[in-house]
């Protein structure tokens, strides 16, 4: 019986994996190696310790009413996308709320997570911690890995050569960079364009001599503000948008899905994509096309190798005078406390049961949280994962035999293996994963079931955004204000917009009102297909959200 819980890392995964354990009558003690909560997203001017941070101007991706905790919304003032310090202040909220921090141990970085000599029939496991140098042991029933993606930064210097050896300029990584001061009247060569390479591509195109930007693969940019000005993953995240990705043929969906990156504009005219492209990766950028219209952002592609002050290019052109080299090529997660016997078992989030669990353990007492990469908001998929594992660790809900685990694993397991800078393409359906977690833990909604008993929530929650508030409707953890959140968030989208307000007389209540009519018997129709078909498997397809 799991009763004492170790939970490594105090940011989004660790807050969750919390609340879930004390959900569920289990006793946590989380051990984070700083001396604040927040992770990733607490944002200090310094480097020093390796601890990996945004930079100064991030911005989310994901809007506050699709990135909340299932059962505790962002105020209604909060802007749809947050910059880190609001962010931060919302996970103080929810950590005083529920009254987290006294489980968390700060300045205590753990060193060691082994395996018990009587493992195989205790499931238990010896935790080293070190605070202020001094080394304590402790024994817990189970473990709760919250430390995500970004651990240690992936500088592949290998591929790139001349850069150690011949290049006279600078090179970092972007964990290193905080702001654009540094950068002011350089030439830069941004290596890698994820949503990181593009973001900090135009942020130094307003302060350096000029800025280039090299791309390996067709990447498809799209703005996160959508149709009629609403968040991107509002508009396009909804149950009935998933299910037509499943009904229809996979190559119809990717014509349309082309067709509307192509709508705000031609990718192919840019240097960025081509609708012939089978490997492309997608990210979040509204300014990057305008600097590269502007010529403030010039595209290159892979970079040959790197002389004394240029880069050379695969297509043979060179750019001289290269003063910094930024490098924006993703995290490995090495999980250096974890004993090499138990993370042999896992190279990456695709050897593990449902991206969770190590299958070849012989007690199912070590939970990876967080290391998975999702078409939607990893805060929201971190916390289902929590919900699942506690429930498992006290006892309610169950693993199938290991067996069962390695052939889920195999099957869904991507054939090619890509570096930590390509896993953009390797990212799971939003929907898709978070539902099947849901099932797995039993709080996903079911869409007929509702619209026999609540018709206005049912067509709400499939043709509106799958918000996490869905999963908090039924099952253990049901939460009395979920429907309510469900129906306001719209005017929680809205509420920070209306600072100034303007006389409109068009109704579109009524219009809303009759499309939802019109469209019953369509909901009606899916609703018995997801009843039939309740799990339609996760995907690895880029785009894959749209």
């Known amino acids: ?38 992770g990733l997203w607490r944002y200090t001017d310094s480097t020093d310790g390796g601890r990996v941070t945004v930079y100064r101007s991030v911005i ?35 950590a005083q709320h529920f009254d987290l921090l006294r489980y968390i141990h700060f300045k205590t970085t753990a060193v060691s997570v082994r395996k018990r000599p009587d493992f195989a029939a205790s499931g238990q496991w010896e935790v080293i911690t070190e605070t202020d140098g001094v080394q ?3 024994i817990f029933d189970a473990v709760m890995v919250c430390t995500g993606h970004y651990q240690e930064p992936y500088l592949p210097l290998a591929s790139f050569p001349g850069i150690e050896t011949r290049f006279k300029g600078r090179y ?24 990181t390479g593009g973001d900090l591509s135009v942020e130094l195109s307003r302060v350096a001599a000029k800025v280039f930007l090299s791309a ?29 990705d499943w009904l229809l043929p996979s190559n119809l969906m990717k014509w349309i899905k082309f067709r509307k990156f192509n709508s705000w504009f031609n990718h192919a005219n840019y240097g960025l994509a081509s609708t012939k492209s089978s490997y492309f990766k997608i990210i979040v950028n509204e300014e990057l096309p ?41 995290y490995i997660s090495p999980f250096p406390f974890l004993e090499e016997s138990v993370r042999s078992l896992f190279d990456n989030n695709r050897c593990l049961y449902k991206c969770i669990f190590p299958p070849q353990l012989e007690k ?58 390509e896993r953009e393409n390797l990212k799971i359906n939003f929907i898709s994963y978070t539902d099947e977690i849901a099932s797995c833990a039993g709080v996903k909604p079911s869409v007929l079931r509702l619209l026999l008993t609540d018709p206005r929530l049912a067509l709400a929650i499939f043709f509106g955004p799958c918000t996490p508030y869905q999963y908090r409707l039924v099952g253990r953890g049901r939460w ?42 369509a909901a009606l129709m899916v609703g018995f297909l997801f009843s039939k078909y309740p799990r339609m498997g996760w995907s690895s397809q880029a785009g894959s959200q749209l």
């Open 364 to 421: 199912p007492t070590l939970a990876i949280i967080g290391l998975v990469q999702l078409t939607g908001s990893v805060m929201v998929g971190s916390e289902m994962q929590a919900r699942w594992v506690t429930g498992i660790f006290a006892g309610w809900n169950k693993l199938p035999p290991a067996s069962r685990m390695m052939a889920d694993v195999s099957k869904k397991k991507p054939l090619v293996k890509r570096n930590p800078s």
């Open 172 to 195: 970092l990584h972007s964990q290193e960079y905080k702001d654009a001061e540094a950068f002011r009247g350089k030439r830069v060569l941004v290596v890698g364009i994820g949503n």
């Open 136 to 138: 304590e042991s402790h």
């Open 216 to 244: 390996r693969s067709s990447t498809w940019l799209f703005s996160r503000v959508s149709d009629h000005g609403f968040p991107l993953d509002m508009v396009n995240t909804t149950r009935f948008k998933h299910f037509l």
């Open 480 to 521: 009395s204000g979920a429907r309510e959140a469900i129906l306001t968030q719209w005017q929680r989208t809205l509420k920070p917009l209306r600072t100034r307000v303007v006389d409109d007389s068009s109704d579109s209540s009524s219009g809303w009102c009759w499309r939802c009519l019109l469209a019953l018997p």
């Open 60 to 94: 989310t991706n994901t809007s506050k009413e699709m990135s909340c905790f299932s059962d505790f919304p962002f105020p209604e003032d909060f802007p749809n996308y947050l910059p880190h310090s609001l962010l931060l202040e919302y996970f103080r909220m929810y």
């Open 1 to 38: 019986m799991v009763r004492r819980v170790a939970i490594i890392g105090a940011g989004v995964g660790g807050l969750a994996s919390i609340k879930c354990c004390l959900d569920e009558g289990l006793e946590p003690t989380c051990f984070e190696r700083s001396e604040d909560i927040g």
């Open 290 to 330: 305008f600097c590269l219209l502007s010529g403030a952002v010039v595209l290159k592609p892979s970079v040959k190798e790197f002389t004394k002050s240029s880069a050379v290019f695969e297509d043979g052109t060179t750019e001289e005078n290269i003063d910094v080299v930024l490098f924006a090529t993703g």
